[in-house]
């Protein structure tokens, strides 16, 4: 999957969606290993560089998302 396609993925999961993102769901979604997924989700956040966007333990929530589901 191109860097570009990955990217506006997230975007759109997080931010319209309101999906929290972890890298076992991004892995299946992408059909990727999960050392991938986890390297996307970083290079995603360091990209955005939004305060919106949380991450640790390599989990994404969008900030309007209900902790703990």
Not at 2 to 7: F, V
Not at 26 to 42: G, I, N, Q
């Amino acid at each position: 999957m191109a860097t570009r396609q990955y990217l506006e993925d997230l975007d759109f999961w997080v931010s319209q969606e309101k999906r929290t993102v972890t890298y076992r769901w991004l892995s299946a979604e992408l059909r990727v290993p999960c050392d991938t997924a986890k390297r996307m989700l970083f290079h995603y956040a360091e990209t955005k560089k939004r305060p919106s966007i949380y991450y640790g333990a390599n989990l994404f929530v969008p900030p309007e998302a209900s902790w703990p589901p």
